[in-house]
């Protein structure tokens, strides 16, 4: 996947908006994760399922987040 690619799926409206909503979720929105929602209704989940969903959606927006910076170059 490619900072695009990103950019694209995601509906961002440039890479740094990318960049500032993939932090944003890491800081803000992770922590609190404790259910899923789908076009199916509402999972919710026992609190060690919260746990290891907070500890895969970190994770994953990580990744995103070294991908999408990884044009930046050093600081």
């Given at each position: 996947?490619?900072?695009?690619?990103?950019?694209?799926?995601?509906g961002a409206l440039s890479l740094s908006n990318a960049v500032?909503?993939?932090?944003?979720?890491?800081?803000?929105?992770?922590p609190t994760a404790w259910q899923v929602t789908s076009h199916?209704?509402?999972?919710?989940?026992?609190?060690?399922?919260?746990?290891?969903?907070?500890?895969?959606?970190?994770?994953?927006?990580?990744?995103?987040?070294?991908?999408?910076?990884?044009?930046?170059?050093?600081?």
């Amino acid at each position: 996947m490619t900072p695009t690619d990103i950019v694209m799926e995601t509906g961002a409206l440039s890479l740094s908006n990318a960049v500032d909503h993939t932090r944003w979720a890491i800081r803000e929105q992770v922590p609190t994760a404790w259910q899923v929602t789908s076009h199916r209704g509402m999972l919710v989940l026992s609190k060690r399922e919260q746990a290891d969903l907070r500890a895969f959606l970190t994770k994953m927006l990580e990744r995103r987040l070294a991908i999408l910076t990884s044009l930046e170059g050093p600081l």
